[in-house]
């Protein structure tokens, strides 16, 4: 591990947030329930709010400070917010000297030291174990776009539905096929989601009956989070993209397939996916992703110059997996 | 016209804003660039944050207030909202007696009229002219969709697209066929909406090209506002479902016809409806277009038990007209 993402809090190997990590996200606590911004460092959400009211950086010399802590300063009240998105909208350039001042702030060798490593009244109100914390939507989330990502997936689904040789739309190699889902029905991880009843047509049948779904199904997806708004009307050139993207969470893309089947012709898939999206609470950023990033899939098509550029088919190269618990399972455990 | 629909202030004969209509809208002036909430009469915007804030009725004995006014009263606070979100959100009973409130103040023979008839005071302060008055966005949109409606327009579509004969879906007299457009792009009349430019598939090819669009297209349809939410998970019974709309406003759903024709299999319309939807600044209560609902057309399809109910495909008989100006009309005018 580099020296400077070792740290003197405790930070056990598999942590999940470790100083290379650096997520955000929204939290309550017992003692205050009011929501605001905070990160997760090993067993521990830091609270950022607390952090910089308690510490308003006015005892230490300006000339201490470097760029990433006077930047961190400047901002200090955004932290307050109930959402990320206040603090993704001040873009890369902020949210990245952030990131950075707070892996100083907790590296074994850091400069800010009197801030946190040995101020125990601070250390005491801005750690709080993460089994103490609740979490909660990440953002306010303004639309949202389920793409029809990646290659593989759409083949699988493509032959599924209409059998081999006809696995891929024409448009598919051409353009990002997406549509909108229910924004309003994004919710945090860990909320209960009730299985939908809808329209479905038996085998055989041209009637439909309403009744529950018997067909939920799991979709495992990374969702990203646009931190920073362009104009209406004015398009972002793909060499600008990249800087637009605040972070991802892990997604599970609830479908009702046997709804979906009946519904979705031909404007797409609507009620079999509105009854809810689950998504993680903490938001790990692009800043955390970019040693991840490669070049994509070689798709065997010429694609348009407007979607060709320097970072052109930039993909995360992460391994992601499900586990499954069955009710069998939680009987048992 | 019925003696509780003339006012004392004066409204032509062929106003959309009589004692009938009392629409609702977010209103900013030359003096008061803050958003609030208002309503228009005759040739006035009546800015409903002023009044209640200019006179929170303590100069009346309770016991000369009615319980429209009472109720008005009660929610004061309400009109300084920069959306019709909270308000709508108090439900119908709420804003029904905050409208009829506001016909009484305004009628000839308004029981109130030291409040504001007799009252230059307040009449200067809160009657605007509705030329003076910049309008925006009356809700924040949480979600938007967009309904395949009626049984007309569906069937001319389906004639240009698929012939005769193959009009409607099998899903289409069985349910109501939607998807989700943009939320964050729906915008308030007047704005300035771009041409986009899109993948469009020219005629005997089969690669795309980059192109501003060809065939911009416009629809005119009815927009209207769910104002109370309902639990996620919890379904709304039809007999129910008419207390949670709010309102409704003319809507243009612009569409890029070319872009959509290469986009939109399989998972319905997207860029192609993304670049803007215009909505009106007032929204027309669902009070007021009480008198206008009559049952739907007759489907020739029995309908599932769900769907049925007292209210079973009301629907609002209002005649709706578009004028189109060329681009030579606009350069003669």
């Known amino acids: 591990m580099p020296a400077a993402l070792r740290s003197w809090l405790d ?13 955000f996200g929204i939290i309550t606590t017992a003692s205050n329930p009011r929501p605001r911004i905070a990160t997760a460092i090993g067993d521990h959400a830091f609270d950022l709010f607390a952090f910089f009211f308690l510490n308003d950086y006015t005892s230490s010399e300006p000339d201490t400070l470097d760029a990433d802590a006077a930047t961190a300063r400047a901002h200090f009240d955004i932290f307050s917010s109930p959402t990320l998105n206040t603090f993704a909208a001040l873009g890369r350039p902020v949210t990245s000297a952030v990131r950075r001042h707070i892996q100083k702030l907790f590296a074994l060798d850091t400069p800010f030291g009197a801030l946190l490593r040995d101020n125990d009244a601070v250390r ?21 776009t389920d793409f029809y990502v990646g290659l593989h997936h759409a083949t699988n689904c493509g032959r599924l539905m209409r059998g081999p040789g006809q696995e891929l739309q024409p448009n598919y190699k051409h353009l990002p096929v997406g549509y909108h889902g229910r924004a309003s029905s994004v919710v945090v991880s860990g ?8 329209q479905v047509l038996p085998a055989g049948s041209a009637t439909p009956v309403f009744a529950a779904c018997g067909k939920l199904d799991f979709e495992l997806e990374l969702g990203c989070f646009v931190g920073t708004a362009n104009a209406m009307g004015s398009p972002v050139p793909l060499a600008e993209a990249e800087e637009h993207l605040f972070g991802v969470v892990l997604m599970n893309d609830w479908s009702a397939r046997d709804i979906q089947t009946w519904e979705m012709v031909p404007l797409g898939p609507f009620n079999a996916k509105n009854f809810g999206t689950s998504v993680s609470a903490w938001v790990v950023t692009m800043d955390a992703l970019e040693p991840f990033l490669v070049s994509g899939l070689e798709s065997g098509r010429e694609l348009l110059s407007y979607l060709k550029g320097e970072k052109e088919g930039r993909v995360v190269d992460i391994k992601l997996e499900v586990d499954l618990q069955s009710k069998l399972d939680i009987r048992e455990s």
Chains 1, 2 share one sequence.
């Open 191 to 198: 909320t209960s989601i009730t299985r939908p009843s809808g």
């Open 124 to 144: 005491r109100k801005t750690l709080i174990p993460l089994a103490d914390v609740t979490m909660h939507l990440p953002f306010a989330i303004g639309d949202y």
């Open 11 to 23: 930070i056990t190997p598999d942590s999940h947030f470790s100083l290379a990590n650096i997520p």
